[in-house]
């Protein structure tokens, strides 16, 4: 009796083991060949949604150099506020867990660096510091991209 309930204890360790592996940290996801990027499978709607926060980040990074351009910054502020944290709270349910905790790291990372881009510019404008911050965030951009690609299932 003893040793099934061992048995058993082993198995549900191992069992939580592989869920929180699974869940929290590979998300689902496929190595490429050919390709060094990793492919994150998932829904197209979760892709819409991806895609539609990255053309956002686009813009916000052109509406932030712009703003340095025209030592503008308000409109630094409010561009670099509209890509931070708060734009996560839309995100379709299920999105989070096909996520490999490596993505999901720098993605949340780059809103954050928004936000305390917009936090600095707030509480006073140096244009060299704003540079320096949106070349940091530029450099997750750029990590990211190298790293993951969607790939889509019906
Ligand atoms: C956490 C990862 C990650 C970060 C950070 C990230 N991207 Fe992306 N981005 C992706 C992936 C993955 C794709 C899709 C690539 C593919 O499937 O070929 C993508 C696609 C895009 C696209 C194409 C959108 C479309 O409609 O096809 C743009 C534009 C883009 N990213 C801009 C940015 C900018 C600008 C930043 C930084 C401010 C950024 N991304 C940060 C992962 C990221």
């Known amino acids: 009796m003893k040793k099934i309930l061992i048995i058993a204890l082993f198995l549900s360790i191992g069992l939580n083991v592989f ?3 699974t ?3 590979k998300g689902d996801t496929m190595a490429i060949p050919n390709d060094n990027r990793v492919a994150i499978i998932t829904t197209k709607e979760n892709k819409d949604f991806v895609m539609a926060e990255m053309r956002g980040f686009l813009e916000t990074v052109k509406a932030i150099n712009d703003g340095m351009i025209e030592n503008n910054p308000e409109k630094i502020i409010v561009a670099a506020h509209k890509a931070g944290g ?3 709270e839309h995100a379709p349910a299920g999105l989070l867990k096909v996520l ?3 993505f999901k790291k720098l993605g949340f990372d780059t809103h954050d660096k928004f936000d305390e881009l917009a936090e600095a510019v707030k509480s006073r404008y140096d244009k060299d510091q704003t540079q ?3 070349s940091s965030i530029l450099g997750n951009c750029t990590s990211c991209h190298q790293s993951y690609k ?3 299932k019906q």
Request: neutral net charge.
């Open 86 to 88: 708060a734009a996560t």
């Open 23 to 25: 869940f929290l940290v």
């Open 100 to 102: 490999p905790i490596g």
């Open 19 to 21: 869920l929180a592996y």
């Open 150 to 152: 969607f790939e889509t």
């Open 132 to 134: 320096k911050q949106l």
